[in-house]
């Protein structure tokens, strides 16, 4: 256990449903990032967070997405009108300092669309 | 390419020897790397990180070597367990990417046959 959690660790939905997932970064961590995972790869970046301010977002990221950390603290992401290709695991991840470095990631979310 | 990439899609070994996982990467500006240990159905475990000053980091077991002149980055874990089976992922940081991302290869298989 990494310190990191994140809820719910399933989410199954129709295409068309809105979700909304939460991360809970270490406590001290002041930077969260999210990513997408899909099967037999590795962790594709989605958008990250220093305190509350989002400073930088893939292009992966459409405007269907949007992640929110209102307080510096836990973060949310959201997806409206989900799609089947956005079956993926999300993972999130929190680390210290100014730098993308020692990401501790949480067990992430499995998000299934039919 | 523009992509961190691995040489070997699988590794088998037998327990008790010694392990390599290779990587190798593109971008000549990168300037720090991670190496994960990813399970099946968990997210993704911080193993070992590097940064572009050095060329060799050791920790509890495992050993990180960065060959800058070829672009080539290998973990070594010295007498492999069975709990060392999982999928194993090198990342880098490119700071011409706006420097707060890890981008991450497509990932290798490491089994522990015992």
């Known amino acids: 256990d990494t310190g990191v959690s994140q809820d719910p660790r399933h989410k199954i939905t129709k295409r068309g449903q809105n979700v909304t997932f939460r991360c809970d970064p270490i406590?001290?961590?002041?930077?969260l990032y999210w990513y997408r995972q899909t099967l037999g790869q590795g962790p594709e970046f989605l958008t990250y967070f220093q305190n509350e301010a989002q400073l930088e977002k893939s292009r992966l990221l459409s405007d269907r997405f949007s992640a929110e950390r209102p307080k510096g603290s836990f973060s949310t992401l959201e997806i409206q009108r989900t799609e089947q290709g956005d079956s993926a695991m999300y993972l999130c991840?929190?680390?210290?300092?100014?730098?993308?470095?020692?990401?501790?990631f949480g067990p992430g979310t499995r998000l299934t669309v039919t | 390419g523009e992509s961190v990439g691995l040489h070997l899609p699988t590794l088998s070994v037998q327990e008790g020897d010694n392990s390599i996982i290779n990587c190798a990467y593109s971008?000549?500006?990168?300037?720090?790397f991670i190496w994960y240990k990813q399970e099946s159905g968990k997210g993704p475990q911080f193993i070992i990180d590097i940064r572009s000053n050095m060329d060799k980091r050791q920790g509890q077991r495992v050993t990180v070597l960065l060959n800058k002149t070829v672009k080539h980055l290998s973990l070594q874990i010295a007498a492999t367990q069975p709990g060392d089976s999982a999928v194993y992922f090198c990342?880098?940081?490119?700071?011409?990417?706006?420097?707060?991302?890890?981008?991450f290869g497509g990932g290798t298989r490491l089994m522990v046959k015992p």
């Open positions: 406590s001290e961590h002041n930077r």
């Open positions: 971008n000549s500006a990168s300037d720090y």
């Open positions: 990342a880098e940081n490119r700071p011409n990417n706006a420097g707060n991302m890890l981008t």
């Open positions: 991840a929190s680390s210290m300092g100014t730098g993308p470095y020692e990401q501790y």
